[in-house]
């Protein structure tokens, strides 16, 4: 099946994804090519991101070598939407569903601003199955755009629409579920959260302040940080590099890494797999968002990859872009 990608109108030609490939266990893979060198694989199973090359071919995200490619099960690792909720709440799974069905290509998305740079994108869609409509009353048309863009940055953009035609309103929370690859956690730093309150899940979600300087890493972590700054930098000193996040209405911003004991305890990730990943994600989860039908939330994260691993608080990827 070829599936259709689009293009910046400033690149005359549509590139088209490879063929539909099949991953792990058979299951549909699309592969995203950049206009350069830089890469995504998107699983249809939970619309997931499990790969991110930039220009100079460097994988950025973690997929657990123990990631279980068979469906419902979220694949662990990459990049997921949790929606329609972010954490547990009652009869839904853990992190809502999204991630745990099969998503659909969009042929005929809505229109988007096009990008200014040369980019490559796809488009997925996901609407509620009959057995979702009984845990969750709602119907919705879950959109996502993942782009590439000449400088090898990925661009996650969400769309969610509320088509309930029984005119209730409905309200979600919702994460980018990101596990990033980083050579060592306890080499990592984290800048863009100082001073910010979060809510500690180590500790009965209890509210605390951030200290001044940046987040270094030496046990488990699990924190909501609240209303923050939309640029977030993960500082990896031994692979002289740096991810950049950049969030659109997504005030709230998740961290965790699992660390030794809480990772044996996860069936599908490896026992020291915790050294080497850390999920950093834009979430809008303190305040649910509530949406009339008809009506469109969008938030959006972007990705930059900086080959460069300076302690600065000014970080501008344009300037120090790879
Ligand atoms: O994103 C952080 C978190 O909510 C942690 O509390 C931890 O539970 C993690 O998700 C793992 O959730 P999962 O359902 O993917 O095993």
Known sequence: MRAFVGSSPTVALCTSLQENEKGTNGL????????????????????????WKNNYREELLFVSNKAIFKPPKAIRGGISICFPRFGTHGFLEQHGFAANRT?????????????????????????PSEGDLKFWPHSFELRLRITLTLKGDLKVISRIRNTNAN???????LAY??????????????????????????????????????????????????????????????????????????????VWNPWDKKAKAITDFGRDEYKRMICIEGAAVEKPITLKPGEEWKGSQEFFSVRSSYNSGELDPQKVHS
């Open 103 to 127: 998503w659909s290509i969009d042929t005929d998305p809505p229109s988007l601003p096009s990008d200014s740079s040369s980019t490559t994108f796809v488009d997925l869609i996901l609407k």
């Open 167 to 173: 005119g209730k309103l409905f309200s979600f929370t």
């Open 28 to 51: 549909d893979k699309l592969v995203l090519r950049g206009p350069l060198s830089s890469s995504a694989e998107i699983y249809l199973h939970g619309g997931h991101i499990t790969s």
């Open 177 to 254: 579920y990101s596990y990033f690859l980083v050579s060592d956690i306890s080499e990592v730093r984290v800048e863009g959260l100082e001073t910010m309150d979060y809510l500690d899940n180590l500790k009965g979600n209890e509210r605390f302040t951030e200290q001044g300087d940046a987040l270094t890493f030496e046990s488990e972590v699990d924190r909501i940080y609240l209303s923050t700054q939309n640029r977030i930098a993960i500082i990896d000193h031994q692979k002289r590099r740096t991810i950049v996040l950049h969030k659109e209405g997504l005030p709230d911003a998740v």
